[in-house]
C-alpha cells in the first residue's frame, strides 16, 4: 500500500493498509496567498510511473529510473540511474517533494534517502485490487482525485468483462529459466493468473523462488505461461518434449510489473486459457 516515509525516519518493510488523511495531508502544500503546490516527483518505480501517466500527472515528474520506460514519453525524461543504486547525488540536487519507491526491493535505498532527509512514497502493490488502490491513493497525493476514481472504476469495468475458461487450467509461471524460476502464491503474477480463470500450478508455495525442471515436469500443468524473453521455448527443451503443456507467451510487462496494464495482461493470460 502507498505509504509516506518522512525523512530522517528510515522506511520499515512492512505495510498500513490504507493511507490516512494525517499522512496525506502534508503534500497539499501551500505557496504564496493560499494556492496549493504541485507536489514535485522523481519516480524509482516503473509502475508507478505508467500510474502517474494514465492520470495525466506526468508534469509532476522530474525525473524517472533507467527503467521507467512506458509509456514512450517517459524516457524523454530526465535519468537517475538503476532502482537500486540510483545517483542520490542527482536525486538531492533535483529536491523533489516525494521519491516514489516499492518495497521491499529498495528497503536499504529507503534508508538512505531518509538519512539525506528526503521523503518517500511507497507503491507496492501486489494484486490487482491493490494496483487500483494505489492509482487512487497516487490521485489524491497529485491533487488529480476524480481522474483517480475514473481511471480505477474504468479498468474495474473492463477487468469484470474479461471471460473466464470453463474449466480453471492449471498454470505454471515462469518468470525466467537460467535458472527456471516461478511465482507462488501471493505474488502479483499469481493473482493475475486467478483473475484470468487459471490456478497457479504452485499455489501451495508463497513468492518468488528457483524450481527444478523435475518439479515442473511431475505436476504437469496444463499451460505454461512464458513471462519473460529469453531462452527456447519449452518443448525444445531436453526433458520437455513429452509434456504436452499449452504455451503461453505474454510481454512480461503486463504480468510482473503492477500498474495499470495489468488488465491488458489478464485479457491476454484468459484468451490463451481459452484458445
Known amino acids: 500500500m502507498l505509504r509516506v516515509c518522512r525523512g530522517r525516519s528510515p522506511c520499515l518493510p512492512w505495510f498500513i493498509p ?83 519507491i516499492f518495497l521491499p526491493t529498495q528497503e536499504r535505498l529507503a534508508g538512505d534517502l531518509a538519512k539525506m532527509g528526503l521523503r518517500t512514497l511507497d507503491v507496492s502493490p501486489e494484486s490487482g485490487e491493490e494496483v487500483l488502490g494505489e492509482i487512487e491513493n497516487l490521485a489524491r497525493v497529485l491533487g488529480v482525485e476524480e481522474k483517480g476514481k475514473a481511471l480505477a472504476d474504468s479498468l474495474r469495468a473492463e477487468l469484470s468483462s474479461i471471460e473466464k475458461p470453463e474449466n480453471p487450467p492449471t498454470v505454471f509461471i515462469e518468470l525466467g529459466i537460467n535458472p527456471l524460476y516461478a511465482a507462488g502464491a501471493g505474488t502479483f503474477p499469481d493473482d493475475l493468473v486467478r483473475l484470468a480463470g487459471g490456478r497457479n500450478l504452485f499455489s501451495d508455495t508463497r513468492g518468488y523462488f528457483p524450481v527444478q525442471e523435475e518439479e515442473v515436469l ?58
Open 18 to 100: 490504507g493511507l490516512t488523511a494525517l499522512l496525506l495531508a502534508p503534500v497539499s502544500c501551500q505557496k504564496g496567498s493560499g494556492n496549493a503546490k504541485k507536489p514535485t516527483l522523481v519516480s524509482l518505480n516503473p509502475a508507478a510511473t505508467e500510474m502517474i501517466y494514465a492520470l495525466g500527472a506526468e508534469d509532476h515528474l522530474l525525473a524517472v529510473s533507467d527503467f521507467c520506460d512506458w509509456p514512450p514519453q517517459a524516457r524523454k525524461l530526465p535519468r537517475v540511474g538503476d532502482l537500486v543504486k540510483p545517483n542520490l547525488e542527482e536525486i538531492a540536487r533535483l529536491s523533489p517533494d516525494y521519491i516514489i
Open 218 to 275: 511431475k505436476r504437469k500443468p496444463d499451460i505454461i505461461v512464458l513471462a519473460h524473453e529469453e531462452g527456447p521455448e519449452p518443448e525444445k527443451r531436453m526433458g520437455w518434449e513429452g509434456l504436452g503443456a499449452k504455451v503461453v507467451r505474454v510481454n512480461p510487462d503486463l504480468v510482473t510489473r503492477p500498474g495499470p496494464r495489468f488488465v491488458q495482461g489478464v485479457r491476454a493470460l484468459s484468451e490463451g486459457f481459452r484458445q
